[in-house]
């Protein structure tokens, strides 16, 4: 995918580019893993983070990429997941994000994730030390892509973009990841 998108867009692309800019993190997350800056302004206008099997870690992308969504320039925000079909259509945490139509974004109550995935999230708390501070207290997550691997039928490689609506609740976290409040307009 980088090999690809590099032949497109050339120096524009960049990998783990620290986001440093996030405000709704203490302390920020790692990288995004892939990055598309502005050519004039080196600013991040794309985000995507990538993922291989691992459908419960995306729960954290998931959060990171509508942080990144909200900062200023940025026009898109993707989760891209290698997976098998099995995988993407069973009862596993955080599948049923993955099952949706594709092309129709589907709104999410984000606080109902940790109620419903709370091992996801207490795994991924456990990975290292930065944690949100708040976030939308919905997401809109739409599948706008979906196709089966031709080295194996088994897998396939599907793709959300992440939004946040225009006028925003937030959840508010404590201090140890897990969400506390609600909060009407930031």
Same mark, same amino acid.
């Given at each position: 995918?980088? &090999?690809?998108? #590099?032949?497109?867009?050339? /120096?524009?692309?960049?990998?783990?580019? #620290? $986001?440093?800019?996030?405000?709704?993190?203490?302390?920020?997350?790692?990288?995004?893993?892939?990055?598309?800056?502005?050519? *004039?302004?080196?600013?991040?206008?794309?985000?995507? @983070?990538? !993922?291989?099997?691992?459908?419960?870690?995306?729960? %954290?992308?998931?959060?990171?990429?509508?942080?990144?969504?909200?900062?200023?320039?940025?026009?898109?925000?993707?989760?891209?997941? $290698?997976?098998?079909? !099995? &995988?993407?259509?069973?009862?596993?945490?955080?599948?049923?994000?993955?099952?949706?139509?594709?092309?129709?974004?589907?709104?999410? @109550?984000? =606080?109902? %994730?940790?109620? #419903?995935?709370?091992?996801? %999230? $207490?795994?991924?708390? *456990?990975? /290292?030390?930065? *944690?949100?501070?708040?976030? =939308?207290?919905?997401?809109?997550?739409?599948?706008?892509? *979906?196709? &089966?691997?031709?080295?194996?039928? &088994?897998?396939?490689?599907?793709?959300?973009?992440?939004?946040?609506?225009? @006028?925003?609740?937030?959840?508010?976290?404590?201090?140890? /990841? %897990?969400?506390?409040?609600?909060?009407?307009?930031?």
């Amino acid at each position: 995918m980088l &090999k690809a998108l #590099r032949q497109v867009l050339g /120096g524009r692309i960049g990998t783990e580019h #620290r $986001a440093s800019d996030l405000a709704d993190w203490m302390p920020v997350p790692s990288g995004v893993d892939i990055v598309i800056m502005d050519s *004039r302004e080196s600013s991040v206008r794309v985000g995507i @983070e990538l !993922k291989s099997y691992k459908l419960d870690e995306t729960l %954290w992308d998931i959060i990171k990429m509508a942080s990144l969504r909200r900062m200023t320039g940025v026009e898109a925000a993707y989760v891209v997941v $290698a997976a098998t079909s !099995k &995988k993407f259509d069973g009862s596993g945490d955080c599948a049923a994000l993955f099952q949706t139509r594709l092309g129709e974004a589907t709104s999410w @109550e984000s =606080s109902s %994730w940790f109620d #419903r995935w709370p091992t996801a %999230w $207490a795994d991924l708390l *456990r990975g /290292g030390s930065a *944690r949100p501070s708040r976030m =939308s207290s919905t997401v809109s997550l739409e599948l706008i892509s *979906r196709h &089966k691997l031709t080295a194996t039928a &088994k897998w396939e490689i599907r793709a959300l973009r992440v939004e946040n609506p225009e @006028e925003q609740d937030w959840i508010k976290f404590d201090s140890s /990841g %897990w969400p506390h409040s609600r909060l009407v307009d930031g």
